[in-house]
């Protein structure tokens, strides 16, 4: 059974830093792209951050230079390091595993993060 776990969220005041963290389990993980996903109310899903089987990574023009994605392989984790966060940035975010060789792909239940004062 295929199982994503986020954890991490919270709430933080703007310019703040929180790591969110998403646990893998029942994937060939290493063969997986990875990536940070959210949403906001009102708004849909969109894509925050990915990071390839080969550790190449893109980002979301709105979060560039703010935050970073990464994995390790061994433990089956992705991360995702978020700094000088906005008001803008409260959302709910989701992990994602994506098969490229045939699209399927998993979600996590999602964490929430709140940035206010």
């Known amino acids: 059974q295929v199982q994503l776990v986020e954890s991490g969220g919270g709430l933080v005041q703007p310019g703040g830093s929180l790591r969110l963290s998403c646990a893998a389990s029942?994937?060939?993980?290493?063969?997986?792209?990875m990536g940070w996903y959210r949403q906001a109310p009102g708004k849909q899903r969109e894509s925050v951050a990915e990071?390839?089987?080969?550790?190449?990574?893109v980002y979301a023009d709105s979060v560039k230079g703010r935050f970073t994605i990464s994995r390790d392989d061994v433990n089956n984790m992705v991360y995702l390091q978020m700094n000088s966060l906005k008001p803008e940035d409260t959302a709910v975010y989701y992990c994602?595993?994506?098969?490229?060789?045939?699209?399927?792909?998993?979600w996590g239940k999602g964490t929430l993060v709140t940035v206010s004062l």
């Open positions: 029942g994937i060939i993980f290493s063969i997986y792209h």
């Open positions: 990071i390839t089987s080969g550790g190449n990574t």
């Open positions: 994602n595993a994506l098969l490229p060789d045939n699209g399927m792909d998993y």
